[in-house]
T-cell receptor
């Protein structure tokens, strides 16, 4: 079955550290890929998305993600995190031929000042 | 403004009672979804609907029911058969997946059953 997996459930970083959150999916066909963020007490927001074209995707707030088809991966990166990046991050995929969006279990990021 | 409205934001119910969560969208999207969010579980799909008067079970449909009588509305009923109903419920909509599209989410309803 199609699935999305996130490597880390909890990540703790100091401000200015670099961030990379892993995401892999299992599906042999075409996929659309997404990263969502949920700040404490707030609703889910789209950070960035990949549909086709340049595999390096830039999103809001300095985030970027790279789609590596051969590795079935879509890792999220940020060169220097801030305290305000403390949130839960969800990787998601929609698999062509299937009607729904599948989420990973999320990664809780805590950035200490 | 276009968007998805979920109401209420917080809901408390006694065990054994059915409760209905509202979801309305004015984005003219054909597809609508209900997800349940639990700590450490991510978002799990309960039900989805690709078109009016049609809906499909998701991964965790047991104990839930839905209707889709209008394009704008996709209410979710949490029945007494749902063994662990306390959770955060998210509604979303999109033009149907399979094309380059994204889902838009409401602000969620936090249901607490006591």
């Amino acid at each position: 079955a199609q699935s999305v997996s996130q490597h880390n459930h909890h990540v703790i970083l100091s401000e200015a550290a670099s961030l990379e959150l892993g995401c892999n999916y299992s599906y042999g066909g075409t996929v659309n890929l997404f990263w969502y963020v949920q700040y404490p007490g707030q609703h889910l927001q789209l950070l960035l998305k990949y549909f086709s074209g340049d595999p390096l995707v830039k999103g809001i707030k300095g985030f970027e993600a790279e789609f590596i088809k051969s590795k079935f991966s879509f890792n999220l990166r940020k060169p220097s995190v801030q305290w305000s990046d403390t949130a839960e991050y969800f990787c998601a995929a929609s698999f062509w031929g299937y009607s729904t969006l599948t989420f990973g279990k999320g990664t809780m990021l805590l950035v200490s000042p | 403004d276009g968007g998805i409205t979920q109401s209420p934001k917080y809901l408390f119910r006694k065990e054994g009672q059915n409760v209905t969560l509202s979801c309305e969208q004015n984005l003219n999207h054909d597809a609508m979804y209900w997800y349940r969010q639990d700590p450490g579980q991510g978002l799990r799909l309960i039900y989805y609907s690709q078109i009016v008067n049609d809906f499909q079970k998701g991964d965790i449909a047991e104990g839930y029911s839905v209707s889709r009588e209008k394009k704008e509305s996709f209410p979710l009923t949490v029945t007494s058969a749902q063994k662990n109903p306390t959770a955060f419920y998210l509604c979303a909509s999109s033009i149907p997946t399979g094309r380059d599209t994204e889902a838009f989410f409401g602000q969620g309803t936090r249901l607490t059953v006591v």
